[in-house]
């Protein structure tokens, strides 16, 4: 009886230590449940950072220039502003045979002309920089417009005053010049076009926005509700009238009659009036 217990004794204590020195596999984590009130993120996305959106014309559209296109006009502009200032330097204006007053006042005149093609070039090479920049490009046309009239009654003179060869060769830089003008003015137009129609899109989709937040508004904060007059009720001191302004008032009391203690209607006893 005593070796059956111990022999039970022993498996029961060998089963203890093997269920001991197994690993035991952990239960995964359940991931957490959001509560179902719970908005779900989204990903916000900075707009501001964004850059202008790119003009982007349809293949084949009248008057649009590639900026690739554009650069190389305003090259071609830059030759010709480049041709007009080496023809400016071969002008003798003291060699001519003409008054004081006249040259003075040709000498103003092509001042005029190197300060109107200074502004010219500026403003090209800004818009040479950005060719998608409308106002840059009306300010380049408008410039070469100060420049042409000048330039013309330049060619004027110098054929007049010096000799008509070198008047020819203002005259062709003249309408080099005019003709780049020209093959720039439909590039512009488009680019104007665009952005008016940008705006006018822009000022439709404002005014439907404020149509539906107007609609979607409607009623949810109810009447206005009428309010009582109240009279107002105002704190502070009393102002005591000046001594001043007291008098007259006293006097008009004091020079006031005494009212008569008779009744109206009745006449006093006839022997009262002879006592009298």
């Known amino acids: 009886m005593k070796s059956l217990f111990l022999a039970w004794f022993v498996a029961v204590y060998s089963l203890n230590v093997w269920a001991q020195s197994t690993p035991q596999k952990t239960p995964s984590p359940r991931p957490p449940t959001a509560p179902a009130s719970q908005e779900i993120e989204t990903e916000k996305i900075d707009v501001s950072k ?11 559209t009248t008057g649009y220039l590639e900026p690739e296109q554009v650069k190389a006009l305003l090259h071609k502009m830059w030759l010709a502003h480049y041709r007009i200032n080496d023809l400016l330097a071969q002008v003798h204006v003291d060699r001519w045979k003409i008054p004081e007053a006249t040259r003075k006042s040709f000498g103003l005149s092509l001042e005029s002309l190197h300060t109107a093609l200074n502004s010219e070039e500026n403003w090209r090479s800004q818009f040479e920089a950005r060719p998608d920049s409308l106002y ?7 410039a070469i417009s100060s420049v042409l009239p000048r330039l013309e009654g330049l060619s004027h003179s110098v054929a007049q005053y010096e000799n008509p060869s070198s008047g020819g060769q203002y005259s062709q830089a003249a309408n080099q010049l005019f ?3 020209q093959a720039l003015e439909p590039h512009l137009a488009f680019l104007m076009k665009n952005q008016d129609g940008l705006l006018l899109a822009s000022q439709t989709n404002l005014a439907s926005c404020q149509n539906e937040l107007g609609f979607a508004e409607h009623n949810k904060e109810g009447r206005a509700t009428p309010m009582k007059n109240i009279v107002p009720v105002f704190k502070g001191h009393r102002r005591t009238p ?12 004091e020079s006031k009659p005494a009212a008569s203690t008779s009744k ?4 006093a006893p006839a022997g009262a009036e002879q006592k009298k």
Do not use: C, I, S
């Open 242 to 253: 000046h001594p001043a302004a007291e008098a007259p008032a006293a006097n008009k009391k």
């Open 50 to 60: 964004a850059g202008p959106a790119p003009v982007n014309a349809p293949a084949g």
């Open 136 to 142: 840059l490009g009306f300010q380049t046309y408008v």
């Open 179 to 181: 003709d780049l003008q």
């Open 264 to 267: 109206p209607g009745t006449k």
